[in-house]
Each structure stands twice: as C-alpha cells, then as structure tokens.
C-alpha cells in the first residue's frame, strides 16, 4: 500500500469476548433461581461472543430467505431455502434449549436459565430467535388441546433441529409458528375473515388469508379462524400425516426494513386442513397464551440489542482517539456511554425479573401470575420503544464508521423497531396494560406491591411513585393518556428494582435521571456526580 494509505487510530476487531460476564445478567440470573445454568449460561456467552458466531449472523443477513414455490418439474412446493448459517445458528440455539425445552425442565429457574440464554444469542444475531420464541410460546397454548399437547409437546421441547417438509410426527423435533394477522385487521384480530368448517372426520378446512406470518418454514401455526361458533384457534400443519402437502400455500416473502435472516410471508389457505385448539369461539383467549410469552421475548431480545449496541460502541471507543485522548476518556463522550449502559443494565435487570415471575407463575404462584400480567405487559411497551433510540446513539458513538454495514451497527438499528411492533404496537401494549388493570385487580396490587417495595429509601423514586398513585387514580380520558401512564410505570418498576438489586450509584444515576427531571431528552445528559466510572466498569465487555 502506498505511504498515504497508513492504517492508525482505527479501533482493533471487537475478537472473542465473554457476553455472559454481564453483573447485571448474573445477578439477575442467581437472583431469579437460576444460578445452577451458570455454567451453560456461560458457555453459551462465550459461543455468542465469538468472532465465528457472529460471522454466521452476518452472512444469514446478507443472503436472506428465498421463496421457491415450484420444483423444477412444476410440483407446488412452498419451500424456503435459507442461507446455511441461518441453520448452524438454529440447530446450536436448539441444542441449548432456547426454543421450547424449559417446559420439560422441572428444575425452578428453567424459564430464567432460557430467557439468559436467549438474551446471549440474540446479540450475535437476533432474526432467527423469531421461530424460537414462538416455538417456546406454543406450548402453553397447545395445552387447551391435550390430545394435541401429547402428540406434539415432546417433539417441541426435542432439542433436535430437523429441517425441512415432513410429516411432524416423523420429524426429530418440531419448529413452530403462529399465523393471525389478516389485511384489514392487523392488530384488530376479531376483524378476521378466515372461515374455519367442520368436518365429519372432526377436523377442519381452513380457507382465507393471512397477511404477515413470520417464519413460514415452521412444521405448524397456531392461528385465528372464524368457526361456526365464533373466532377460533387452530393447528395447521404444514405437511399431513400421510406425507402430502397441506393445502396451505407460501404467496410471496415480505420485503421487511431489517429482521433480514428471518422469512416472513403471505399465506393462502385454500381448504387447509386444521385441528381446534382450545374451546370453539375462544380464539383469542387460547392463543393469548402464546403471546404472553411471546411478549417476554420482546422484551428480552430489545434488552439483547441494547447489550449488542452497547458492547460496539464501548469497545470502538476504548480504541479510538481523537483530540489527545481515547474516546472513552473524553467526558462528554463518557457522559454518552455511561447514559446507554445505565439504560441497557434496567432493560436486562428488568428482564430477568419478568422471566422469574414466568416462572414462578408456570409453577402455580398466584402472586407471580399476577404480576406477570401486568409486568409483562408494561415491559413490553417501554423496553421496545427504547431500542431504537438506544441503537441510533450508539451508532453514533462510532461516527461514520458505525454508517458502514461492515461495523454490525446498521443491522442493530435496522432490527431495533421489531420487538416494538412484533405482538401489538404501542398503541396496542399501552391499552392492553388498561385492559389488565380493569379485568384484573390483583394485577394492579402485585404490580404496586413489586414497586412499592423500594419506597422510603430514595427521594426521587418515593415522588416519581406518588405520581404513579395519582395517575392511576385518575382514568379520566384513560386511553388517550395511556402511554403516559404506563411510562411511568415501566420506569418506576426499573427504578424500584436497580434501588433493591444494582449498586448504589447505578440506582441513585436511575433515579436522579429517569424519574428526577435531571436528564435532557436524548443519551448523553447525565447530571454531574454520577459514577461513570462504575457504570462503565460494569458494562465493559470482558475478554
């Protein structure tokens, strides 16, 4: 190269680290029941941190799924055919039980062990936890159909990755899906149009169209169709047990903004056939399991993608310099990092709390299950919309070198609306918090109960919980305040558990912040005297 093509002050490759030395990750973890995965929490880290992982990621992003309706005889196939690393990425986080396993795991904490597990790996590459979320949330739902549940419940939980178009029953282990979102419903599920007809053999024939069905390779959906006695829940296997195709029919792949390794389609239903789920007429409330848990998901995979962003923008820093100093070293710049990783460490805290109360909830905890409604809930709405900005500031953090693909920051931002928008918008999560509120009342007093449990130890939160109490006592124009309510209660949740579980300035910076008006409107306005040094110490990616 010539002299003027001298390489200097460029930040080294971010090499191997370990994801899974994350205080924030294992306190949660040995805090929630779960301190006996440590081990393979670990293990699992330390594959996720690696060059060679993330490598696998980048490539099943820049080559993504490709529909193949037809073989080349003409035969209707309905095939994906996917990038190879796309399924190495499968077949390990399968092997590790980041799919359905935890509900054969009798052990207390499995559910935790899992959501840490799925926090890790999604850092490398976070389109492919799409069918693993929804495969670990079918099984409460397919438990309406115990028939069913016997069937398919062990080939769900298999840790063995078996892809392709075959019989289920035939298969080592099962991937599965959920088909609800129609046209001119979206969101609205009960506007739904897909007819649903019994049969003499006492199945039925399912014909309509659904208009966003995430990974569509999956070996059966759950999914939403209007049966003679009102809006139902159905299995729809791909293939029928005889080896024939399901007259269920791939249209085309949706052109998405990120979420790349991940295929996302149109389907037709043309006299599929279909296995209730649950009772006629009680569509929503029996797949509503499934998005509780599916939910969760959002929540610890946005908490995933700020730890990702995070680690980036940290490691550029600590290896650049400009105007005499290291990034890291500059105050202003510090300010910055140390603001996104109090940030990042109250999304994971509050993660592992809400993957506890699942749980403890799955074990038959009665308080869990209530705050579980709600906490999730609420979870979902502010860790989600969080993201995005999250990812756009540390971005930023690398300048122009975090615009270019080759830096993984511009595949982080372009996945950061997903969980958002994934299992009901803003819009959707704000009111369903509501609508928990009214059905259920014990869901409000766990909630309070939770949150209440810092109060008397820190001046900004016992405030910040006395506007909570006021605005929940005041459902005057409700809906149209919703938002502003439930972001009051996301951060005092946040607040109340870094107060009890994370070190005192990290709280104290929380709270002087997020609930004491200390704080502009974007990442990097930290009031002086927060201990940035700790902040930062915690969140350094460690080798």
């Avoid at 438990?143 to 069937?151: F, K, N, V, W, Y």
């Avoid at 792949?253 to 056939?273: F, M, P």
């Avoid at 074990?363 to 709405?381: P, Q």
Wanted: hydrophobic share 40%.
């Amino acid at each position: 190269m010539p002299p003027t093509h001298e390489v200097f002050n460029q930040a080294t490759p971010l090499g191997d680290y370990a994801a899974a030395d994350d205080p924030a990750l294992l306190e949660g973890l040995r805090r929630e029941g779960a301190e006996w995965a440590e081990p393979e929490v670990r293990e699992v880290g330390d594959a996720a941190g690696s060059e060679r992982v993330r490598a696998w990621g980048e490539s099943a992003n820049a080559y993504p799924p490709v529909l193949r309706t037809h073989d080349r005889y003409g035969h209707r196939i309905d095939e994906i055919d996917y990038q190879p690393a796309y399924h190495v990425l499968m077949d390990q986080a399968v092997e590790h039980g980041l799919h359905a396993a935890p509900w054969a795991d009798e052990r207390p904490g499995a559910h935790v062990a899992r959501a840490a597990k799925f926090f890790l790996w999604s850092q490398a590459e976070s389109g492919h936890g799409c069918p693993l979320s929804m495969t670990y949330a079918v099984v409460p739902a397919l438990r309406h159909a115990p028939a069913l549940a016997e069937r398919y419940e062990p080939l769900l939980t298999s840790r063995s990755y078996d892809f392709g178009l075959r019989a289920p029953l035939g298969k080592r282990g099962l991937i599965a899906g959920m088909s609800m979102t129609e046209k001119q419903g979206g969101s609205d599920v009960r506007a739904n149009t897909t007819r649903a007809v019994p049969t003499a053999e006492g199945h039925y024939l399912l014909t309509g169209h659904k208009w966003f069905t995430s990974a569509p390779m999956s070996d059966f959906f759950l999914t939403l169709a209007q049966a003679p006695e009102g809006l139902s829940c159905f299995l729809v296997p791909r293939v029928l047990p005889d080896g024939s195709r399901n007259a269920l029919l791939v249209q085309r792949l949706k052109d998405k903004l990120g979420n790349h390794s991940n295929a996302s389609a149109e389907l037709e239903y043309d006299g599929a056939v279909a296995h209730l789920v649950g009772e006629p007429g009680r569509g929503v409330p029996t797949i509503i399991e499934m998005v509780n848990c599916t939910r969760l998901d959002c929540v610890i995979g946005s908490a995933s993608g700020m730890r990702a962003a995070l680690t980036h923008a940290l490691h550029h820093a600590e290896h650049r310099a400009a105007f005499g100093r290291t990034l890291v070293d500059q105050p202003l710049m510090r300010n910055v990092l140390a603001d996104l990783a109090l940030e990042s460490e109250a999304a994971t805290t509050l993660m592992t709390r809400l993957a506890g109360a699942v749980d403890r909830s799955v074990r038959g905890d009665a308080a869990e299950t209530a705050f579980r409604r709600l906490g999730v809930a609420v979870g979902k709405f502010w860790v989600t919309k969080r993201q995005p900005a999250h990812a756009a500031e540390a971005l930023e953090c690398l300048g122009g070198n975090g615009y270019v693909e080759e830096s993984g920051m511009p595949r982080l931002f372009r996945d950061s609306p997903l969980n958002s928008i994934w299992e009901g918008s803003g819009n959707v999560a704000a009111l369903d918090v509501l609508r928990a509120m009214a059905r259920s009342p014990e869901s409000l007093e766990a909630f309070l109960g939770e949150v209440g449990a810092a109060s008397g130890v820190d001046d900004h939160f016992d405030a910040a919980l006395k506007r909570l109490h006021q605005a929940l006592g005041d459902l005057d124009e409700a809906q149209y305040r919703a938002r502003s309510v439930v972001e009051l209660m996301a951060l005092t949740l946040q607040a109340s558990l870094l107060l009890r579980h994370a070190p005192t300035p990290v709280a104290e910076a929380f709270t002087r912040t997020r609930l004491g008006g200390e704080w502009g409107r974007v990442f990097g306005t930290l009031p002086r005297g927060v201990d940035t040094a700790l902040i930062l110490d915690r969140a350094r990616p460690r080798r």
